[in-house]
């Protein structure tokens, strides 16, 4: 048992946002080891996404992974979760204590190089509940991550660099008020892996 589990966390100043930045989470394996496992193991999987109608490939691979029911729903498609693997189901419970909140799945996202990107969103699915807390585990390249205010202009976005081994915890009214988005960039990159447990709540 970890008996000093944290080593630094801080709080994010964000106007109606809750944001905690764990630098250096105790993952129980080293950050970059833990990057070639999760390279090596994962069924990665490229997914679509309809936009205007037309049919485009995502810029990055993903998996899902989680208990029975707890479905992922994307682009009209309804995605049964992978057993949990022990690595994945023990970072689980790693990040439940961290975040003090229950996960039921987890999302992987592998960004392959600095044309890999997600696109601003904010995660506010129905399943997520109205206030979701979602631990977020960064892995290998520390890309930049953006949050843009949804409603407000004269708030200035944030940029955060999210480094190996970091975990950032997003809850409150975190999706309500802000977006996010994990830009793609000019400057060549290895690879990035991201983490995001999620309690989906049963459909009804
Ligand atoms: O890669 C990241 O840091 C963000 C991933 C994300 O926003 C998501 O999976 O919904
Ligand atoms: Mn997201």
Same mark, same amino acid.
């Given at each position: 048992?970890?008996?000093?589990?944290?080593?630094?966390?801080?709080?994010?100043?964000?106007?109606? =946002?809750?944001?905690?930045?764990?630098?250096?989470?105790?993952?129980?394996?080293?950050?970059?080891?833990?990057?070639?496992?999760?390279?090596?193991?994962?069924?990665? %999987?490229?997914?679509?996404?309809?936009?205007?109608?037309?049919?485009? %490939? !995502?810029?990055?691979?993903?998996?899902?992974?989680?208990?029975?029911?707890?479905?992922?729903?994307?682009?009209?498609?309804?995605?049964?979760?992978?057993?949990?693997?022990?690595?994945?189901?023990?970072?689980?419970?790693?990040?439940?204590?961290?975040?003090?909140?229950?996960?039921?799945?987890?999302?992987?996202?592998?960004?392959?190089? !600095? !044309?890999? /990107?997600?696109?601003?969103?904010?995660?506010?699915?129905?399943?997520?509940?109205?206030?979701?807390?979602?631990?977020?585990?960064?892995?290998?390249?520390?890309?930049?991550?953006?949050?843009?205010?949804?409603?407000?202009?004269?708030? %200035?976005?944030?940029?955060?660099?999210?480094?190996?081994?970091?975990?950032?915890?997003?809850?409150?009214?975190? !999706?309500?008020?802000?977006?996010?988005?994990?830009?793609?960039? =000019?400057?060549?990159?290895?690879?990035?892996?991201?983490?995001?447990?999620?309690?989906?709540?049963? /459909?009804?």
């Amino acid at each position: 048992m970890d008996l000093f589990p944290e080593t630094s966390s801080e709080v994010i100043n964000a106007p109606g =946002a809750s944001l905690v930045l764990h630098r250096a989470a105790a993952l129980g394996v080293a950050s970059d080891a833990l990057l070639e496992e999760l390279l090596r193991d994962t069924p990665w %999987r490229s997914g679509d996404v309809v936009l205007f109608g037309k049919r485009y %490939r !995502q810029p990055r691979l993903f998996a899902w992974y989680g208990d029975p029911g707890a479905s992922y729903r994307y682009s009209g498609t309804t995605l049964e979760p992978l057993p949990w693997t022990a690595r994945l189901d023990d970072l689980r419970r790693r990040m439940e204590r961290i975040a003090g909140a229950p996960f039921n799945s987890v999302l992987l996202n592998y960004y392959r190089d !600095q !044309q890999d /990107a997600m696109g601003l969103h904010a995660d506010d699915e129905p399943e997520l509940g109205d206030s979701p807390v979602i631990a977020s585990l960064s892995l290998g390249e520390p890309r930049p991550f953006r949050l843009k205010h949804r409603h407000d202009k004269a708030i %200035r976005p944030l940029k955060l660099p999210l480094p190996p081994g970091s975990v950032l915890v997003m809850a409150g009214n975190t !999706q309500a008020n802000w977006k996010h988005e994990l830009p793609r960039q =000019a400057r060549p990159c290895g690879p990035r892996v991201n983490l995001t447990f999620r309690y989906i709540y049963p /459909a009804r």
